[in-house]
């Protein structure tokens, strides 16, 4: 059974950094690209950032591009973003999602989310 | 990024068709894929490229993408279809579009 666990969320004040972590199992982690996307409060998805499953690509939105950083870890079976310089528009739960293949970029898989509050 | 438009509401008496519309430039030419959310949960992927289901999504959920438009049709609608639902395309960098909330009467 996949399952993704995220952690690491909480509240951080602007300018703050903070890393989340998603612990993937069930499927052969390097096969697949990984996501992260976010969900502000009442308000719809929005794509933060996705890798291939060797790790090799990256890409980013727009909105985070320059401040966040994706990574994976094979050993561990876990991805992570890094956020730095963050802004109360960061604000979200954000979500860690599987893709169907290796850089399809639609997600079959889904966690549960942790909770990021930027807020001083 | 590749700009996704949807109703904000769709409407459905139980147990009649609902369509969710998804606009967006020659979208026909993209592979289209869409989630259902239902709230506190994570979203749930119910088609994939167009018009495939994912094991374990009922086959009243179906696709279709031409043109400028892809359609999200659940037939003999249910309570439980009761959610938000999500199109979504890659185009450089993954898009989604607004969302659309889906009322069962």
């Known amino acids: 059974e996949v399952q993704l666990l995220e952690s690491g969320g909480g509240l951080v004040q602007p300018g703050g950094s903070l890393r989340l972590s998603c612990a993937a199992s069930?499927?052969?982690?390097?096969?697949?690209?990984m996501s992260w996307v976010r969900q502000a409060p009442g308000k719809g998805l929005e794509w933060v950032s996705g890798?291939?499953?060797?790790?090799?690509?990256?890409y980013y939105a727009d909105s985070v591009k320059g401040r966040f950083t994706i990574s994976r870890d094979k050993s561990k079976n876990t991805l992570y973003l890094q956020m730095n310089s963050l802004r109360a528009e960061d604000t979200a739960v954000y979500y860690c999602?599987?893709?169907?293949?290796?850089?399809?970029?639609?997600?079959?898989?889904w966690g549960q989310g942790t909770l990021l509050t930027v807020s001083s | 990024s590749y700009e996704l438009t949807q109703p904000l509401s769709v409407s459905v008496a139980l147990g009649q068709t609902a369509r969710i519309t998804c606009g967006g430039n020659?979208?026909?030419?993209?592979?289209v894929h869409w989630y259902q959310q239902k709230p506190g949960q994570a979203p749930v992927l119910v088609i994939y490229r167009d018009s495939n289901r994912p094991s374990g999504i009922p086959e009243r959920f179906s696709g279709s993408n031409s043109g400028n438009t892809a359609t999200l049709t659940i037939s003999r609608a249910q309570a439980g279809d009761e959610a938000d639902y999500y199109c979504q395309v890659w185009d450089s960098s993954t898009s989604f579009g607004g969302g659309t909330k889906l009322t069962v009467l």
């Open positions: 999602a599987k893709d169907r293949g290796d850089s399809n970029w639609y997600f079959d898989y």
């Open positions: 890798i291939s499953g060797n790790g090799h690509s990256t």
């Open positions: 020659n979208i026909g030419r993209k592979n």
């Open positions: 069930g499927f052969t982690f390097s096969s697949y690209a």
